[in-house]
């Protein structure tokens, strides 16, 4: 699948008017840059959004967290997704949540963590693939390790931190089954240059039932 990653209202809009993007990723930054409160902004994007909608917990002890979520819960119903950092604390509270709600692990930079994620129940563990290019030398052999630990598992990974219709194309070759993207991106993945000019070469040499 692939998610609009923003948490403004007309760029989910687009998106979906799209028709094949599937849902939305959020997180604490995004939602910063909306111009509507956080509890508003998710109301309209659960509205907004053709399927799941994620929401990062931004808490940082296991009570909080599970009432965030809790809340969240309240507010997005069904299409949520939970966010959960993968530390030890995120961890914990990814195994206690997600036999209740979607949770996926987020920030994964280490291969054995997707496999904890798995451990804890979490649907989707989420690798940041150009940030770990920059941390770690190369985020394609993180995926490509994660994917390897989680075959035949439940757990899929949805690659977020892509800068490029290419990177995003060789996340989904190293074993990633999801990405999230920014507008941008989206709308340049969908083009091509060459496919542009052959639609030009259609156009200047043939007829179609509309020109009959």
């Keep these: 699948m692939i998610y609009l990653d923003s948490a403004i209202i007309e760029e989910a809009q687009i998106a979906k008017a799209m028709g094949w993007v599937k849902g939305i990723t959020t997180n604490p930054t995004l939602l910063a840059k909306s111009n509507l409160s956080p509890e508003v902004t998710l109301q309209k994007l659960a509205v907004i959004s053709p399927g799941e909608l994620y929401y990062q917990l931004y808490a940082d002890d296991f009570d909080t967290m599970v009432a965030e979520a809790r809340k969240a819960q309240n507010i997005i119903g069904d299409k949520l997704v939970l966010k959960i950092p993968a530390t030890t604390l995120g961890f914990r ?6 036999s209740q709600i979607s949770c996926s692990v987020t920030g994964i930079y280490g291969a054995i963590q997707a496999a904890i994620a ?12 150009n940030r770990a290019t920059r941390l770690l030398g190369d985020g394609m052999a993180l995926v490509r390790d994660m994917a390897n630990i989680l075959t035949n598992s439940d757990t899929t990974i949805l690659a977020a931190s892509l800068k490029s219709p290419e990177e995003s194309a060789a996340a989904l070759l190293a074993g990633a089954s999801h990405l999230t993207v920014p507008l941008s991106l989206l709308e340049a993945m969908a083009t091509h240059q060459f496919s542009d000019q052959t639609v030009e070469d259609f156009k200047a040499k043939g007829i179609g039932i509309s020109k009959t």
């Design 118 to 129: 798995a451990e804890a129940g979490a649907k989707y563990a989420i690798a940041y693939v």
């Design 93 to 98: 509270v990814t195994a206690y949540l997600s």
